[in-house]
């Protein structure tokens, strides 16, 4: 039983090892900026990902204790990962980006970088009414 | 002055002091969480951080936002998870057998028919979290989002394919 776990939590490590690996080497193989924000959003996630399961089986099964706060850990990670993108996303926008290279919103007004919300007051109340 | 008073005085005295009971519950329980071990005074102290947190960032949250089914929630954690692990094999796939050239990156703009702020959060999140997609800004008037692809052949049936995937749930879920 321990020596199956051992293997199991060997694998795991070895796979987050791999997949922080692809997600480090994606920021130097891919050309632009916003290619190179595809890697460490999703690659590195599940590497980290990987590496807080096997050290949960690894305390639960070897230790005898049950670990939660890797849970935690993972939770965080979702949480910011996809803010992190996006802030990094709106900075190269705001910098390289001309407005005109962008696909249109496809309604009256532009993209939040580049145009002002249209009005509080009516974004407030629509808020309300849903 | 005098009229800040009255407002604030419509509201309940829970609404007042406890104006999300739920993120109360959930941030004690992340503190417990974190703590990795449960004490008295563990407990506590999450409970005071869990009635603070929220008075102070309740402006934030005009209105609690309204999940209309915690089943179909937990169902759609799940499905992202999995998503999340296809999406990094997909990646890695890309990242290490795909010569740059063969990749066909590309920004492209997603309508939106999910209005509550908290959906469109949700999406957004999802979006970046799952197979070669990031979401990078948010129309003006919160109607559509701007999606960069890191490989879209096909860019209307990635938009039909985060719409019926996620979007079409989450609008079950917050009403």
């Not at chain 1, 590497?47 to 050290?55: C, D, I, K, T």
């Not at chain 1, 996809?82 to 709106?90: E, L, Q, R, S, Y």
């Not at chain 2, 409970?47 to 947190?53: E, R, V």
């Amino acid at each position: 039983m321990t020596f199956f776990a051992e293997i199991l939590i060997s694998l795991l490590i070895v796979a987050g090892g791999f997949f922080a690996f692809v997600g480090s080497f994606g920021l130097i193989k891919l050309p632009e900026i916003m290619q190179r924000l595809h890697a460490p959003t999703k690659a590195t996630t599940l590497g980290v990902g990987s590496v807080l399961v096997a050290s949960m089986l690894y305390f639960l099964i070897i230790e005898g204790s049950p670990s939660i706060h890797e849970l935690v850990i993972t939770l965080f990670l979702f949480l910011t990962a996809p803010i992190t993108a996006n802030f990094v996303a709106k900075a190269h926008l705001h910098e390289d980006q001309h407005p005109e290279a962008l696909p249109p919103t496809g309604g009256e007004h532009g993209w939040a970088t580049f145009d002002a919300p249209p009005d509080q007051r009516v974004a407030g109340q629509e808020r309300g009414a849903d | 002055m005098t009229e800040a008073r009255a407002v604030r005085e419509t509201r309940s005295f829970r609404q007042r002091w406890l104006p999300h009971p739920l993120l109360t519950l959930i941030l004690t329980g992340f503190w417990l969480l974190l703590l990795n071990d449960f004490s008295m005074g563990g407990l506590v102290v999450g409970l005071i951080l869990g009635t603070l947190i929220p008075l102070y960032t309740t402006n934030f949250w005009p209105s609690p936002p309204r999940v209309e089914s915690y089943p179909k929630a937990a169902a759609y954690f799940f499905l992202v998870m999995w998503d999340i692990v296809v999406a990094n094999v997909q990646v890695a796939y890309w990242i290490l057998f795909w010569k740059n050239d063969q990749l066909k990156p590309k920004f492209f703009t997603v309508p939106l028919d999910i209005r509550v702020p908290e959906g469109i959060a949700t999406l957004a999140g999802t979006i970046t979290m799952t197979p070669g997609t990031v979401s990078s800004d948010l129309a003006a008037d919160g109607r559509s989002l701007l999606v960069h692809g890191l490989h879209v052949p096909d860019e209307a049936e990635t938009i039909a394919n985060i719409k019926s995937r996620y979007e079409a749930r989450l609008l079950e879920i917050f009403a």
